[in-house]
């Protein structure tokens, strides 16, 4: 089915080791992004792509890492997790402006 | 830089009442302005969008919107409020010019029987 599809969607680990988060569309979007979901906080941006082997920065990049390799891929990685990072995450693709987001259905992340 | 403001935390609203969510938000230029829905364990799903011209956006499940541009504001209704309606909803905006969103910090809805 076309989609946006995020894995794990449930993950706990441990402080310090690391995690990859997988997020994969198959409409060809070339926008993808990764958010997290806080309470009180929304959804606030971690990192963005606009494109294979072209990412960016967002609100909240400190303790993540992002490839884009392949259109259709974005992994998320915690290189050494840590509590504050224990959160739900979205994985959203888009056609470039304007336009919508569409969103993978979360992965939460524990870590103990 | 731009932001959204959601006023309300949580709503509590009995079915077949009527329901109105607020969000503000600044920004220096015109914006593109959205209403996502997240139901429980569930990613977001697009209620509405407005990019131009009416300023009254219909969208799904019987929602619309309001764009005040001198108030700033972009505010979520609906007429009748059914059970199915319980979710987080999120009001986000956007560049003309460019692809990121900024999102509230949502409005949980309760519907009451």
């Known amino acids: 089915d076309a989609g946006i599809t995020q894995s794990p969607r449930y993950k706990i680990t441990e402080t310090g080791r690391q995690v990859t988060l997988m997020c994969h569309q198959t409409?060809?979007?070339?926008?993808m992004f990764w958010y997290r979901q806080d309470l009180g906080h929304g959804l606030r941006l971690i990192y963005y792509?606009?494109?294979?082997?072209?990412?960016d920065k967002g609100e909240v990049p400190d303790g993540y890492v992002v490839s884009r390799s392949k259109t259709e891929n974005f992994p998320l990685t915690l290189e050494s997790a840590t509590r504050s990072q224990t959160s739900v995450y979205f994985c959203?693709?888009?056609?470039?402006?304007?336009?919508?987001?569409?969103f993978g259905e979360g992965s939460r992340l524990t870590v103990l | 830089a731009q932001s959204v403001t959601q006023p309300d935390i949580h709503i509590t609203v009995s079915e077949g009442a009527s329901l109105e969510l607020r969000c503000n938000y600044s920004?220096?230029?015109?914006?593109?302005l959205f209403w996502y829905v997240q139901s429980p364990g569930q990613g977001l799903q697009l209620l509405l969008k407005?990019?131009?011209?009416?300023?009254l956006v219909q969208g799904i499940k019987g929602f619309e919107a309001e764009f005040k541009r001198s108030q700033s504001s972009f505010n979520l209704r609906k007429p009748s409020v059914h059970w199915s309606d319980a979710a987080e909803y999120f009001c986000?905006?956007?560049?003309?010019?460019?692809?990121?969103?900024?999102f509230g910090g949502g409005t949980r809805v309760l519907v009451k029987p």
């Open positions: 959203a693709s888009k056609r470039p402006r304007p336009g919508e987001l569409f």
């Open positions: 409409w060809s979007h070339s926008y």
């Open positions: 792509s606009a494109a294979a082997d072209i990412t």
């Open positions: 920004y220096g230029a015109t914006p593109y």
């Open positions: 407005y990019f131009s011209g009416d300023t």
């Open positions: 986000a905006v956007g560049a003309a010019a460019g692809n990121k969103l900024t």
